[in-house]
């Protein structure tokens, strides 16, 4: 039975808020006080016409509730990256989650590059344009969606290994990291 648009973004959106936590304030975590995965940072960055005039501060993420979350994941990432054009709800989830924890560019070059490794040529420029959903698609259509994501998780892993060899600091993040990259 195939899932409905909304079946698999609530599908996707769950995979994500199982890797992200309730309410984090880690000084290390660039986003700065977090909730659901939602960071200040971010909430920040985007128009604030969204939150009906609220004032986005420390006190607004901490009140944060879970259906506020699922909403700016669908709004912000889900609907404005087009994971939904990717036919293979796995490949979609993964990417996604993905650009929630590094940022859309950093995950979508990581599918790029992936793409490329399995010798399916997509310009890397960690931008999901029609010419790289096209090559997801296929990813699936060829039945190589395995050997796809066993690719992905490798180069997501070395992403945050390199981060945590250039700033040490980032070390209490690894184990959490390398256990969402493997997932």
Known sequence: MELTPEERFQSAVSYVLKHEGGLTNDKYDRGGITNFGISLRFLKSINENFFEG?????????????????????????????????NDLDIAKKIFDTAVNMGPGGAHIIAQKTLNFLDIPVVIDGILGPKTLYALNKVSIEGRKESYLRAFRTLQKNYYLLLIERNKNLYKFRRGWISRAND
């Open 54 to 86: 609220e004032t986005i501060n420390s006190d607004y993420v901490k009140s944060l509730t879970k259906g506020q979350a699922i909403e700016i994941y669908r709004r912000f990432w889900w609907d404005k990256y087009h994971y939904e054009a990717i």
